[in-house]
């Protein structure tokens, strides 16, 4: 059953065309993060899903029913967002329960919903206090409590986590993981932060212009991304790309300069002609390190410029043939700026993008 | 015990007790006592200074820094010292011209003499304690009172002192002579409460007081319920919003007289809303609220509000632009109605908005005089009289000072009936919250 389906949804301010013909279908219990640059209409997405902005054309169904034109608190969403937006004159209980009391539930049924909702999310204890008095994940949570008493099956998160520091939001990300496991609503969120998009999605939505690029799990979306944007807004360090061309005499293979890599494993979409100049990609952590003995189908030589320790392993930036390479080594292993290495890597894990179109091929 | 001492802190104590004497001394407090006992004090503090001196025990070479500032000090004790000179009986004998200016030199010269010989204690000691800090990690007391941030304390001073001497001293004044007879010029000839007795039996006094809170009252609830009203219809996102809010803000550029005068011109039934309406065909209509001396109030508020609201509006509508727009959202997910949000949530938020403009209306509605003398003059006969006018017409116009001086105690005494609890709220909330 489908929880949400978008249907040709576009918005235009004045002449800018900020959603352009969207289609996106999301099952019961799905959670669904919504990845793109600033201004590649993630955060209108929600905007018009939560009903908070009027849509230009088409059509939004949550649960089968369509609230293209229902007001916000009609839809049966709760949204958390990046400034938590909590009342600031109110304690936490009454921001928990100002929707419930204005919407006239019974006393009760508010005491019931909220001591659940301080319970799971652990903030009985601060019941009482005003959010000036609360730390920023705190106040995260109760923005999240918030949405969690009205008792809805759809969740959206607007970059909730964008305001805390490093340390927090790894752990009120997991807590987020939790909760979604906990409760197994839909949950729309957007980020613009690929480690969250990654860790915390079922499937990712690409954003980009308006337009979703490519929705798919993260491990999909990792590794075999559908255009070269995709390549490389995903993974960080980023991906590594040579441009180059197809050789088709006898075997496929990829030409750069006088150098050609065997493409044999590689997984082509489509049948590729002689001589089409290509963008190879392929992922830092998937170069391997050749100790003498080459033990992978493409190998080649680098000399090593710099060097990021980085703790479990450690970055060396090179270049090969005019193209900046990056690769990750262990990070035990000992490497002298200046040495030359020589590196391996399997082309079942590049990608080809075409030149023009940059389209995954 | 010795050692808990801090003969710094007595050395600046003792200053300002000398500069406390010295200034007892020049208002006329026994002179001749006090002005020896100031020396003395001077004197004690040089003991102080060298004693500390004794106290540093190993002097260092002076650090570059507070060298520079005991320099500047000496520097102030040679002005000090050529200003001392100046007019000095010495002096004369080589510049006869100068015994023109003996009368002023003679409050002057005391604190010329003063400023000489602390600025050179403080040169002194700054050598020592410089010579002995550059060791030290932190700053002591007399680097830091002395040193730190001097210029911007020097350059505070003439605002300072015109600050208390407005506030302060011309208040103070003001009520002492309010209990006096003074009648063109001040006298100190008391006469008790004769003034107020003489304020509270006089209607005009009571017509003032009513005008005022009738002005008062509805100036307060109609402008920021229509700047408030105006300011959330402004912020819904309306097309033109620059041009109007211009509008509603031209009024604000005009002067109170010159509002008063159209306004005036706008309520005259020879030329305003009365002509424009019978000219219109309905003869008998009657529109003339300056000639009525019940309602002659409200002509004036009518200007007042005129005036002020758009200025509201501006401050109304900069405090909602304030307000964050994820919290809007946050209202219209939870399903509280708009009016809802703006009462139990916007409003409550824009609270220290709602006090700044409290505060300036609440002035305005104190300070209102010249609407009245443009539109009315204070009639018909006392009708539209308020109590600013009643003060400067007991003032410059009856030439009875200590009658504008009870009145305007009054004005004080009620604000400050008004403003002292209000403070006291604010401020003890602010220690619990």
């Known amino acids: ?361 | 015990m010795l050692t808990k001492v801090h003969p710094e802190r007595l050395f600046i104590g003792s200053i300002m007790l000398a500069f406390a004497l010295l200034i007892m001394a020049t208002v006329g407090i026994k002179p001749q006592l006090l002005q020896s006992l100031q020396f003395l004090i001077l004197f004690v503090s040089l003991l102080l200074v060298i004693w500390i001196g004794i106290k540093a025990g190993k002097f260092d070479i002076i650090t570059n820094r507070l060298r520079n500032r005991a320099v500047g000090w000496l520097i102030a004790a040679t002005f000090s010292t050529a200003l001392w000179s100046f007019a000095h009986k010495s002096t004369q004998l080589v510049f006869p011209a100068l015994k023109e200016f003996r009368k002023i030199w003679n409050t002057f010269e005391p604190f010329a003499l003063f400023a000489t010989v602390v600025f050179i204690l403080f040169a002194l000691i700054l050598f020592i304690v410089g010579s002995r800090d550059s060791k030290l990690e932190r700053p002591g007391f007399i680097e830091r009172s002395l040193v730190h941030n001097l210029s911007s304390k020097i350059a505070a001073l003439p605002m300072v002192l015109t600050a208390v001497g407005v506030f302060v001293i011309a208040t103070l004044w003001t009520v002492y002579h309010s209990f006096t007879n003074s009648r063109m010029l001040p006298k100190s000839e008391f006469i008790g409460l004769a003034q107020y007795e003489r304020l509270w039996n006089s209607d005009r006094w009571y017509m003032s007081i009513e005008n005022l809170a009738i002005y008062g009252a509805c100036s307060l609830i109609f402008s920021l319920v229509i700047g408030f009203m105006l300011a959330a219809l402004l912020d819904q996102k309306t097309r033109f919003e620059n041009t109007f809010r211009t509008i509603f803000l031209y009024p604000f550029a005009l002067s109170f007289i010159v509002t008063g005068l159209v306004w005036q011109w706008i309520l005259n039934p020879d030329y305003g809303v009365q002509k424009i309406v019978r000219s219109l065909g309905f003869d008998s209509f009657v529109f003339n609220p300056l000639y009525n001396m019940d309602i002659v109030i409200y002509g004036i508020l009518a200007a007042g509000l005129w005036q002020g609201t758009g200025f509201i509006m501006c401050l109304m509508l900069a405090g909602l632009r304030g307000i964050d727009q994820e919290i809007w959202k946050a209202a219209r997910i939870d399903g509280i109605p708009m009016w809802k949000t703006y009462i139990q949530i916007v409003i409550p938020m824009m609270r220290p908005v709602f006090i700044t403009t409290l505060v300036i209306i609440a002035a305005g509605i104190i300070k209102v005089y010249d609407l009245v003398v443009a539109q009315t003059s204070g009639g018909p006969g006392i009708s539209s009289e308020v109590p600013a006018k009643y003060v400067y017409d007991y003032m410059f116009g009856a030439q009875n000072l200590a009658q504008g001086f009870a009145a305007s105690t009054m004005m004080l005494v009620s604000v400050l009936i008004v403003l002292i609890p209000f403070t006291y709220l604010e401020f003890g909330r602010r220690k619990n919250a």
């Open chain 1, 1 to 361: 059953m489908n929880s949400i389906e978008i249907k040709n949804l576009s918005l235009n301010f004045g002449d800018v065309k900020v959603l352009k013909d969207l289609n996106l279908t999301i099952e019961k219990g799905e959670f669904l993060v919504l990845l793109g640059a600033s201004g590649c209409g993630k955060s209108t997405l929600l905007n018009c899903i939560a009903g908070l902005l009027d849509v230009t054309d088409g059509q939004i169904f949550i649960n089968e029913q369509n609230v293209t034109w229902l007001e916000p608190a009609q839809r049966g969403i709760g949204m958390v967002f990046q400034s938590y937006a909590l009342y600031p004159q109110m304690t936490v209980e009454g921001n928990l329960s100002f929707s419930l009391k204005n919407a006239k539930l019974a006393k009760d049924e508010i005491n019931r919903r909220v001591k659940n909702a301080s319970e799971i999310l652990q903030i009985e204890d601060l019941l009482k206090r005003k959010p000036a008095a609360l730390s920023g994940g705190q106040r995260q949570r109760v923005a999240i409590g918030r949405a969690l008493v009205r008792d809805v099956d759809v969740f959206l998160f607007d970059e909730p986590l964008s305001n805390l520091d490093a340390k927090l939001r790894t752990e009120l990300r997991v807590e987020i993981k939790r909760l979604h496991q906990k409760l197994n609503n839909t949950m729309i969120y957007v980020t613009h932060d690929q480690i969250e998009a990654m860790t915390l999605a079922n499937r990712i939505a690409i954003m980009r212009d308006g337009l979703v690029l490519q929705l798919d799990d993260p491990k999909n979306i990792y590794n075999f991304p559908i255009n070269k944007y995709v390549a490389e807004f995903i993974g960080s360090p980023g991906m590594n790309f040579l441009q180059g061309k197809i050789n088709n005499k006898d075997n496929v293979s990829f030409q750069i300069d006088d150098t050609l890599f065997e493409l044999d494993g590689y997984n082509f979409q489509t049948i590729v002609e002689d001589k089409r100049p290509v963008w190879l990609g392929v992922r830092p952590e998937n170069i391997v390190v050749n100790d003498g003995n080459k033990s992978m189908p493409v190998n080649f030589d680098v000399v090593v410029e710099v060097i990021e320790p980085m703790g479990a392993d450690t970055l060396v930036w090179s270049h090969f043939n005019g193209h900046e390479f990056r690769f990750t080594v262990d990070g035990n292993k000992v490497i002298n700026i200046g040495e030359k290495i020589n590196l391996g890597f399997d082309p079942l894990h590049i990608s080809i993008f075409d030149f023009e179109s940059e389209d995954r091929l």
